[in-house]
Nanobody, 116 residues
Framework: QVQLVESGGGLVQPGGSLRLSCAAPVNIFRLYAMGWYRQAPGKEREFIADIKTDGSTNYADSVRGRFTISRDNAKNTVYLQLNSLKAEDTAVYYC??????????WGKGTLVTVSS
């Protein structure tokens, strides 16, 4: 069973920033794209961003310009920098391992709460 270890969630005020991390096993990390999704209460899980092994990225329109995805190949870790946070960004954030459009593995999620 592949384990993805997420961290970095928490409570932040509107306009604030957080950085989420997701560590993956090295044999998985080097082969596949990594992504971030989120699920707000009462809503379906939605795509946020992904990054391929060559470093190319994709973003959802709702977060483009505010969130940045990156990967550190030396640490087998993918990051999601969240800036200019809004109340509607409150959700559980999940990282995943992707092969094409198929999710191979999900993390357990980390909660981000944006509130004053």
């Amino acid at each position: 069973q592949v384990q993805l270890v997420e961290s970095g969630g928490g409570l932040v005020q509107p306009g604030g920033s957080l950085r989420l991390s997701c560590a993956a096993p090295v044999n998985i990390f080097r082969l596949y794209a990594m992504g971030w999704y989120r699920q707000a209460p009462g809503k379906e899980r939605e795509f946020i961003a992904d990054i391929k092994t060559d470093g190319s990225t994709n973003y959802a329109d709702s977060v483009r310009g505010r969130f940045t995805i990156s990967r550190d190949n030396a640490k087998n870790t993918v990051y999601l920098q969240l800036n200019s946070l809004k109340a509607e960004d409150t959700a559980v954030y999940y990282c995943n391992v992707q092969r094409g459009y198929v999710t191979l593995y999900w993390g357990k999620g980390t909660l981000v709460t944006v509130s004053s």
